[in-house]
């Protein structure tokens, strides 16, 4: 999807799936479902948006019926978003030479959703699926990278975390027992402040969790890129 469309993508997928079941328009149903999937044709025929991800037109359907059930899921959706804006500003599709290399940014995306999953931090809506998930925030980051107007630093935790990683790390090799207790500490005192406030449905012991998948993932980010720092 053009970045600088799937916004406008996302909200009218939203309006047309919360519209309450109306007569058909413009050829298209009046089912919340198949109003999307009309949508999305229509779409890639006036090029708003083009066929990605190697998707035939039919997958590219189902896949515009995700993303508008992600997006009417309120919890996971501003998860994605939040996420998305914090690799695109702190883990950029490049490497520490400035040369391009998005494969490293897809990997350290594919893996946060992952952990976000597996930490309760993110929850898969139904009726979509975890690939089609990766791929809304693979376009949100995508979208993000592509913007240079002036921004707030969104990806200042993923740096703190991976900070740590740094401190603990010598002659090249990581002290992740070090790294990881370090961290523990960090979200403990957070929550024990009241600077990071949990759901009830999230334990600290689980955002501790997800904290250190996340130094994993920048540090692999790191390595992929030649940085020496986020």
Same mark, same amino acid.
């Given at each position: 999807?053009?970045?600088?469309?799937?916004?406008?993508?996302?909200?009218?997928?939203?309006?047309?799936?919360?519209?309450? &079941?109306?007569?058909?328009?413009?050829?298209?149903?009046?089912?919340?479902?198949?109003?999307?999937?009309? %949508?999305?044709?229509?779409?890639?025929?006036?090029?708003?948006?083009?066929?990605?991800?190697?998707?035939?037109?039919?997958? %590219?359907?189902?896949?515009?019926?995700?993303?508008?059930?992600?997006?009417?899921?309120?919890?996971?959706?501003?998860?994605?978003?939040?996420?998305?804006?914090?690799?695109?500003?702190?883990?950029? &599709?490049?490497?520490?030479?400035?040369?391009?290399? &998005?494969?490293?940014?897809?990997?350290?995306?594919?893996?946060?959703?992952?952990?976000?999953?597996?930490?309760?931090?993110?929850?898969?809506?139904?009726?979509?699926?975890?690939?089609?998930?990766?791929?809304?925030?693979?376009?949100?980051?995508?979208?993000?990278?592509?913007?240079?107007?002036?921004?707030?630093?969104?990806?200042?935790?993923?740096?703190?975390?991976?900070?740590?990683?740094?401190?603990?790390?010598?002659?090249?090799?990581?002290?992740?027992?070090?790294?990881?207790?370090?961290?523990?500490?960090?979200?403990?005192?957070?929550?024990?402040?009241?600077?990071?406030?949990?759901?009830?449905?999230?334990?600290?012991?689980?955002?501790?969790?997800?904290?250190?998948?996340?130094?994993?993932?920048?540090?692999?980010?790191?390595?992929?890129?030649?940085?020496?720092?986020?």
């Amino acid at each position: 999807m053009n970045p600088k469309n799937i916004t406008l993508a996302g909200v009218c997928l939203l309006l047309v799936s919360a519209a309450p &079941p109306l007569r058909a328009q413009s050829g298209c149903a009046s089912a919340p479902d198949a109003a999307v999937q009309c %949508f999305v044709a229509n779409a890639v025929h006036s090029n708003l948006v083009t066929l990605q991800y190697g998707m035939t037109m039919s997958q %590219f359907k189902a896949y515009g019926v995700s993303v508008s059930k992600i997006v009417q899921q309120q919890p996971t959706a501003l998860a994605v978003v939040g996420l998305a804006s914090a690799v695109a500003d702190a883990l950029p &599709p490049t490497n520490a030479n400035g040369s391009a290399n &998005p494969t490293a940014q897809t990997a350290a995306v594919n893996s946060i959703v992952d952990a976000g999953i597996a930490n309760d931090f993110i929850t898969v809506p139904a009726e979509t699926n975890v690939q089609h998930l990766k791929w809304f925030s693979l376009d949100l980051v995508s979208a993000m990278n592509a913007n240079h107007g002036i921004l707030l630093s969104p990806g200042t935790m993923l740096r703190v975390i991976d900070s740590y990683v740094v401190t603990a790390t010598t002659s090249g090799t990581v002290n992740w027992t070090q790294a990881n207790s370090s961290i523990a500490a960090l979200i403990t005192n957070f929550a024990s402040a009241g600077l990071l406030k949990l759901p009830a449905t999230i334990t600290t012991a689980q955002a501790i969790q997800f904290a250190q998948s996340l130094a994993q993932i920048t540090y692999a980010y790191r390595t992929a890129t030649a940085r020496t720092s986020l």
